[in-house]
């Protein structure tokens, strides 16, 4: 079995978390090395308009051989800036379904990709680019780090409803 090295970057831009894959090209793309990124959503906690959300929530298709198909390209999801568009979605969600969580990303292998070799900060770029352009779309609600609860007035110092301060992390 032949393995492959893929490295995972992860953070967090304007309160919203990302994730960056780092891997072997496949086939021969002439690049030392292929990206994607991702950015991660909990609808029901981030997102405050809820029609957004339900958009963001597509509904799941099905073909012949049971593989799953979600029509992206035909939603608001669409509207959000990703290197050559959005080419990856996928529900997450959390146990039980409590929350919707999605994931939804692009690649670097399109056409006009072969023989660059992209930096991990360009990549970081176009991430910023992508969570920039989702929040033209809606705005996201922060994560207090010292409760764990989404707000809408959150700041580096926490949300002012619980204890968190950033001396005693």
């Not at 073909?63 to 959000?80: A, F, G, L, Q, T």
């Not at 990303?105 to 399109?110: A, E, K, R």
């Not at 926490?158 to 005693?168: R, T």
Request: charged share 30%.
């Amino acid at each position: 079995m032949e393995t492959k090295k893929v490295i995972i970057h992860s953070g967090q831009y304007r309160n919203v978390n990302f994730s960056i894959k780092q891997f072997e090209p496949l086939g021969s793309l002439g690049n030392e090395c292929s990206w994607a990124h991702y950015i991660h959503l909990n609808l029901d906690k981030q997102i405050r308009d809820k029609s957004i959300a339900d958009s963001f929530w597509l509904k799941t298709k099905y073909d012949e051989e049971k593989r799953v198909s979600h029509n992206y390209h035909v939603s608001p999801i669409s509207d959000i800036e990703f290197h050559g568009g959005c080419t990856y979605y996928s529900k997450e969600s959390s146990v039980d379904d409590l929350d919707r969580v999605i994931k939804i990303g692009c690649d670097y292998q399109h056409s006009w990709d072969y023989n660059r070799d992209y930096s991990i900060n360009y990549i970081k770029n176009q991430v910023r680019e992508t969570i920039d352009s989702l929040l033209l779309i809606t705005p996201v609600m922060k994560w207090c780090n010292g409760c764990g609860v989404f707000y809408e007035d959150v700041t580096k110092d926490g949300c002012g409803k619980c204890k968190y301060s950033k001396d005693k992390y």
